[in-house]
């Protein structure tokens, strides 16, 4: 059995806590599976890095009524799949051989296989036990897979797979109608492949704010084949590829792709042997400090987290770094105005609360849009369907939310993230700062002087 001073579970976000300054720790860090976790090999990074040539790909639809005729020649799917993987898996291969064998990591032992608590800071990963004084959980999720009957027969591919296709079927069909299901369904029919969505709810990205939702859903709605409010109840096979029944009616397609969120890895942990509470929705509880119910034991992340995001996962990477090194002065991790993006067509960004959580919540809020066909870039784009809309305390100014659907909202959002966190009104932030004209963020600016503060 060996003790070590440090064991992270979980090679994505855990690993960036290893710096120079744990050279004297006894580590180990275990992974069951890709070095790199989530984001580096089936996430954030291979999804955008398809998001990108399907926006090049939509484009020539697009020109035409800005009198630019062009046409899409084709789109060579394997070689689109091969830059993006070609690029990553090195990456990851690379960051595993850094700790296996370099000798910045001759303190580091890695382990490959699942760790499983015991008992008290004591796992046993694949048969072998390891005792730490110090643990820290970064074992991530995984998509979650509803229990159609016939599903399994029929075969499915989740964002874990789907990215690595041999090639493009003809029709695809998403189950679900959250991030996953609006960043594929613009990659793939980008591509060409006829798309068909199916939400469970009358809306997809119900959970952003309602206008948002909206918008998107009626322009989803022009694009590809979205059936709301459907339930599916079976999947089988037919003369015509994949049925699966709906309730009410059925559609055939040629691959399904399961995008219904995703679950915390704790179940895999065997938590209770350590002591380590899990809250109903399987995340792992901690405190402000990140610290898990179990002395010595903290956890980040996707496994911890409700928000499911990278920039969460590594901010609080950072406030367990800083806490495992200084443990007489821990930090608290901020989740104040988490910001998120959803890297579909158009871009949705957001910052703060929606105008129904503003409204359940009993708050004064005023509220105020700009489309972006309003603004001078609006026009040279001819975009006729994008706006942002903020929310705001009127008798402070300050901002209580920020909600942007159209073109580049990923980074025109991050002005008003920055407002957020440090506290500046919009009135101040409207007129104390230029803004470059006829540029993008004059949508900002003008939603801000559009609110009606007192
Ligand atoms: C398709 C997709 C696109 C996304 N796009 C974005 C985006 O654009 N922006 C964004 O902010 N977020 C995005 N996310 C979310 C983001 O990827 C995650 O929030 C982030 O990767 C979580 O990091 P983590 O370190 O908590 O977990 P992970 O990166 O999942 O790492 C957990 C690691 O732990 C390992 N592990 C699990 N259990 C054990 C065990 N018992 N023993 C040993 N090892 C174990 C796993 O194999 C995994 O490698 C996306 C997610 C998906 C699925
Ligand atoms: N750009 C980004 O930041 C980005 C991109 C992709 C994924 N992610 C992260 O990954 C996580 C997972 O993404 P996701 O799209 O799978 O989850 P999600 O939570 O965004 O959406 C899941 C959708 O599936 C629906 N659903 C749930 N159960 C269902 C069922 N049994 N049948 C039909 N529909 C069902 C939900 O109502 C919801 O609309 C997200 O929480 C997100 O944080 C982030």
Known sequence: MTNFDLVIIGTGSGNSILDERFRDWRVAIVEKGTFGGTCLNV???PTKMFVHPADLAAMPAAAGRLGVDATLDGVRWADIRDRVFGRIDPIAAGGREYR???TDNANVTVYEGTARFTGPRTLDV????????????AAGGRALVPAVPGL????????????????????????????????FAHVFSSF???????????????????????RFTELAAGRWDVRLNRKVLGASRDADGIRLDLDGESLSTDLVLVAIGRVPNSDLLDLPAAGIDVAPSGHVVVDE??????????????????FELKHVANHEARVVQHNLLNPAAPIEADHRFVPHAVFTSPQIASVGITEEQARARGLRYVTAKQDYAGIAYGWAMEDNTGFAKVLADPASGQLLGAHIIGP??????????????????????ARGQYWIHPAMPELIENALLNLPLD
């Open 289 to 306: 400090f990140q610290r898990t119910t179990a002395a010595g034991v903290w956890a980040l992340g996707d496994l911890s987290s409700p």
């Open 126 to 137: 694949d048969g072998e036990t390891i005792t730490a004084d110090r643990i820290v959980l």
């Open 192 to 214: 060409g492949v006829e798309v068909t969505v199916v939400a469970r709810s009358g809306a997809l990205l119900r959970r952003q704010d309602g206008d948002i939702s909206a």
């Open 152 to 183: 399994e027969e029929v075969g499915y591919h989740t964002s874990d797979t789907v990215m690595r296709l041999e090639k493009l079927p003809r029709r695809m069909t998403i189950i679900g109608s959250g991030f996953v299901s609006a960043e």
């Open 408 to 429: 580049q909202a990923s980074t025109l959002i991050q002005p008003l993230i920055q407002a957020m966190s440090f506290g500046l009104d919009a009135r101040s932030m």
């Open 43 to 45: 996430g954030c990074i």
């Open 100 to 102: 296996a064998n370099h």
